[in-house]
């Protein structure tokens, strides 16, 4: 393992209660198979061994969309979406085994997995293939009301399927309205150096060229005219620097949402906040420059099939599960550590074969 820069800034380990909340809410749905089992005329301990994989089917579901960027940590981001998909995928086949075709329940939810955290055009082949095997075993189960059980395995996937497609269109819409509106503020702003420029430079002319005729003739205006010729020098730099300056910054609402972008437009399955945390005020400038440095280098060089970028107020954190470097930083890390440093906090590049991170921490805040 390469270790570019002394320090330590750990993986920011924080469970996504909004995510977790907005998935789990569907599990309400798991009542029906549940009670099925319950009311049954099965003993005791079968109903114990039908209700059991539901409930933990429901537990690791709301878990998983909570941790997913960071758990199991040793994981890379592939490794971490498939060891949740596999848990949910076993504790399905086992409530297939003690409930027969009541586990048909849990096939909607295995394709919001799929559907919701992965780019369309990796989620639609194992989406159709879990609807239709689930459909044809539900199929060959042969049970009186199996014709009901397929709105498990074939209609809700469908409409699951519908609603992710239709969440990422409209992400996707939000992302292209953003990248417009900042567009068109900086073709704005170049009107506005190219305006500025020009009346100034201009009026400098002018006052050079008069200032040339005077200087035998009359020195002492020539030397006022070069005074304010120097100036209008000043205050146009300063107006120029100022506005050039607005166009410079980046924000950081618009850097995460630039960074998904880029990263799922290369391909690379993408764990990124859809906003800034709390109490990142003051670093989100600072923090901006981290994202855009390292998801470029991340999309240029590391040949990563996963991306994680972690967020607090005084941290930020982004991985990949690329092929790594050789430790010589390049002009662009050099440039952010300068940056860094100079904002009283640590950068800390660490790179070997599973990947690379690179990890800023605000010195004297909690890490």
Same mark, same amino acid.
């Given at each position: 393992?390469?270790?570019?820069?002394?320090?330590?800034?750990?993986?920011?380990?924080?469970?996504d209660t909004? @995510?977790?909340?907005?998935?789990?809410?569907w599990?309400v749905?798991?009542?029906?198979?549940v009670?099925?089992v319950?009311?049954?005329d099965?003993?005791?301990?079968?109903?114990?061994?039908?209700?059991v994989?539901?409930?933990?089917?429901?537990?690791?579901?709301a878990?998983?969309?909570?941790?997913?960027?960071?758990?199991?940590?040793?994981?890379s981001?592939?490794?971490?979406?498939?060891?949740?998909?596999?848990?949910?995928?076993?504790?399905?086949?086992?409530?297939?085994?003690t409930t027969?075709i009541?586990?048909?329940y849990?096939?909607?939810? !295995?394709?919001?997995?799929?559907?919701?955290?992965?780019p369309?055009?990796?989620?639609?082949?194992?989406v159709?293939?879990?609807?239709?095997?689930?459909?044809?075993?539900?199929?060959?189960?042969?049970?009186?009301?199996?014709? %009901?059980?397929?709105?498990?395995?074939?209609?809700?996937?469908?409409?699951?399927?519908?609603?992710?497609?239709?969440?990422h269109?409209?992400?996707?819409?939000?992302?292209?309205?953003?990248?417009?509106?900042?567009?068109?503020?900086?073709? @704005?702003?170049?009107?506005?150096?190219?305006?500025?420029?020009?009346?100034?430079?201009t009026?400098?002319t002018?006052?050079?060229?008069?200032?040339?005729?005077?200087?035998?003739?009359?020195?002492?205006?020539?030397?006022?005219?070069?005074?304010?010729?120097? %100036? !209008?020098?000043?205050?146009?730099?300063?107006?120029?620097?100022?506005?050039?300056?607005?166009?410079?910054?980046?924000?950081?609402?618009?850097?995460l949402?630039? @960074?998904?972008?880029?990263?799922?437009?290369?391909?690379?399955?993408?764990?990124?906040?859809?906003?800034?945390?709390a109490?990142?005020?003051?670093?989100?400038?600072?923090?901006s420059w981290?994202?855009?440095?390292?998801?470029?280098?991340?999309v240029?060089?590391?040949?990563a099939?996963?991306?994680?970028?972690?967020?607090?107020?005084?941290?930020?954190?982004?991985?990949?599960d690329?092929?790594?470097?050789d430790g010589?930083?390049?002009?662009?890390?050099? %440039?952010?550590?300068?940056?860094?440093?100079?904002?009283?906090?640590?950068?800390?590049?660490?790179?070997?074969?599973?990947?690379?991170?690179?990890?800023?921490?605000?010195?004297?805040?909690?890490?």
């Amino acid at each position: 393992m390469t270790a570019v820069t002394a320090g330590s800034a750990g993986p920011v380990r924080r469970f996504d209660t909004t @995510a977790s909340l907005l998935a789990s809410v569907w599990l309400v749905i798991l009542v029906v198979p549940v009670a099925t089992v319950l009311t049954g005329d099965d003993p005791w301990w079968q109903k114990v061994a039908g209700t059991v994989p539901f409930i933990a089917f429901g537990a690791v579901y709301a878990v998983a969309f909570g941790v997913l960027a960071h758990t199991p940590a040793r994981f890379s981001t592939r490794g971490r979406y498939l060891f949740w998909l596999a848990l949910l995928a076993a504790l399905t086949l086992v409530a297939a085994v003690t409930t027969g075709i009541g586990s048909a329940y849990l096939v909607p939810f !295995l394709v919001a997995y799929l559907a919701f955290p992965l780019p369309p055009a990796r989620s639609i082949a194992p989406v159709a293939a879990i609807t239709v095997a689930s459909s044809w075993a539900v199929f060959i189960a042969g049970e009186p009301y199996w014709p %009901g059980f397929l709105g498990a395995t074939l209609v809700s996937p469908v409409l699951v399927y519908l609603i992710a497609m239709a969440s990422h269109r409209a992400e996707r819409e939000q992302q292209l309205a953003h990248d417009l509106d900042q567009t068109r503020q900086r073709e @704005a702003m170049a009107v506005d150096v190219h305006d500025l420029l020009g009346h100034s430079l201009t009026v400098v002319t002018l006052k050079a060229e008069l200032a040339a005729r005077l200087v035998d003739t009359d020195p002492a205006a020539a030397k006022a005219e070069l005074a304010q010729i120097a %100036g !209008l020098s000043r205050t146009a730099l300063a107006e120029v620097r100022a506005t050039v300056t607005r166009i410079r910054q980046p924000d950081l609402a618009g850097e995460l949402a630039g @960074a998904r972008r880029a990263l799922e437009t290369a391909g690379i399955a993408a764990s990124v906040p859809e906003a800034s945390p709390a109490g990142a005020g003051p670093n989100d400038r600072l923090f901006s420059w981290v994202v855009r440095e390292a998801v470029t280098n991340v999309v240029r060089h590391s040949g990563a099939t996963g991306c994680t970028v972690e967020l607090t107020g005084h941290s930020v954190r982004v991985h990949d599960d690329g092929h790594g470097f050789d430790g010589v930083a390049g002009n662009g890390l050099q %440039g952010l550590r300068t940056r860094v440093t100079d904002a009283g906090g640590t950068l800390t590049v660490t790179s070997d074969a599973t990947g690379t991170t690179v990890a800023v921490t605000m010195t004297g805040e909690p890490s």
